[in-house]
């Protein structure tokens, strides 16, 4: 692992010159800091994710934590609320840091994403002592990993266009849609798949024509029956969203209400209350893309759902995310490559990382800090059904694996110019 040799030596200086007594303690723990909306709309949201970071970070801990120079440190998780607001998430930010964290866990909103980054650029900048990096699991606007890439920052999750690229290759074959509807989130991340939906549209599905094309505000609409009946009356066969949380489920359920009988093509219908809202009237219509789904049929695959249906077997938590429990298990190999906590030293090991758990492999794009990983696209149907072993959320419906794209099928080109540290 390549990282600055001044650093190497002036950690191994700090660890050799400690009493034996001191060395022969017990190692303090690695803290890491999950900073997301505990309380407000996407509420549900991050109580999910704190969920698959505590079953993560177990599991890690169960096999002895990391390995480091002072010796094996379990990992330790502490949760901050940003609300889902940026002021509050800088907030916290800088709480956790004062409270030891030099890993930061963000994702349920880009624009908050966007404003820990060059938070991170510039606290790492001025206080090189308490350098921390910035781990993203949910945050999928393009541009944190092309204009606005940072070396601190690394995503694990398929960004926007490279989940609508996934899309489009079920879509660009069914010959049922004439016509289609984009409505999101008016938001960077709402506002760029829109964006990229218009553009793949044109190049893959020329004659699909869109008949509807609007952004709403985030997690404030509470009656989308007006945005529905566009929908309904626009004639279109199929809506095309981003949309998550609050907004998704109402959305849908508006969309069932008003008689809307076209295809979803979501981003995150597959959790969260989606498919009980959608019902029978999602069966066959409402697909979803993702890193992973319960229903790809592996052996590997089954074993890892079941085993977090151990771990919280009410059907209310029924929430898992493979690529949060592979960015854990990538960052605690980084800290055992690197043999430290430093901040520098787990980068430039993220930047190399290759990470293989329950069956599914990807690795980090040291260009851009893109996580490549397979993507799955997934069609809602009853549970029983052939391919739907399991359901989501005990609603009885869950999700038939349709499209398996491999990291090198996933993979899109990117325009970041990264800016390394003095001396790397």
């Not at 910035?134 to 092309?146: H, K, M």
Request: aromatic share 8%.
């Amino acid at each position: 692992m390549k990282y600055p040799r001044r650093a190497v030596l002036k950690s191994l200086a700090a660890t050799a010159f400690l009493p034996a007594f001191a060395r022969a303690q017990p190692a303090a723990p690695v803290r890491l800091a999950m900073i997301e909306g505990l309380s407000g709309g996407n509420a549900n949201g991050g109580e999910a994710v704190f969920r698959n970071l505590v079953w993560a970070v177990e599991r890690v801990n169960e096999r002895g934590g990391v390995r480091t120079r002072e010796g094996a440190r379990p990992l330790q998780l502490a949760r901050y609320d940003s609300k889902g607001q940026i002021e509050e998430a800088l907030t916290a930010f800088r709480s956790a840091v004062d409270e030891g964290a030099r890993v930061i866990l963000q994702g349920n909103s880009s624009a908050v994403a966007a404003a820990l980054i060059e938070a991170v650029n510039r606290h790492n900048e001025r206080d090189p002592q308490r350098r921390v990096v910035f781990l993203n699991y949910s945050a999928v606007d393009p541009i944190l990993t092309n204009e606005k890439c940072s070396f601190w920052h690394f995503r694990f999750d398929a960004h926007a266009d490279m989940r609508m690229a996934a899309l489009m290759s079920v879509l660009r074959e069914d010959r049922a849609v004439k016509s289609a509807y984009l409505i999101g989130q008016d938001y960077s991340f709402g506002q760029a798949v829109l964006r990229e939906a218009r553009r793949q549209l044109a190049a893959q599905r020329p004659d699909v024509q869109v008949v509807g094309d609007e952004l709403h505000p985030l997690l404030r609409v509470k009656d989308f029956a007006p945005y529905a009946a566009k929908i309904r009356a626009s004639g279109a066969d199929a809506v095309i969203t981003g949309n998550f949380s609050a907004d998704l489920t109402l959305l849908v359920k508006a969309a069932r209400e008003a008689g809307f009988e076209g295809r979803f093509y979501t981003f995150y219908g597959n959790a969260l209350g989606a498919p009980a809202a959608l019902g029978e009237a999602g069966i066959g219509k409402v697909l979803a893309v993702a890193d992973w789904l319960p229903n790809l049929p592996t052996r590997e695959s089954e074993a890892f759902y079941q085993a977090f249906r151990r771990r919280y077997p009410s059907p209310a938590d029924d929430y898992v995310h493979m690529r949060m429990q592979m960015m854990v298990e990538a960052l605690a190999q980084a800290i055992d490559k690197a043999g430290s906590a430093d901040a520098l030293a787990i980068a430039s090991a993220l930047e190399q990382v290759r990470v293989t758990f329950a069956g599914q492999s990807g690795h980090m794009r040291a260009a851009d800090h893109q996580f490549q990983q397979p993507l799955v696209v997934g069609v809602m149907d009853r549970q029983g059904t052939p391919g739907v072993k399991f359901d989501v959320e005990g609603s009885g419906y869950g999700f038939r694996v349709v499209r398996t794209l491999a990291p090198m099928q996933a993979e899109m080109p990117h325009a970041c110019r990264m800016a390394r540290p003095a001396g790397y």
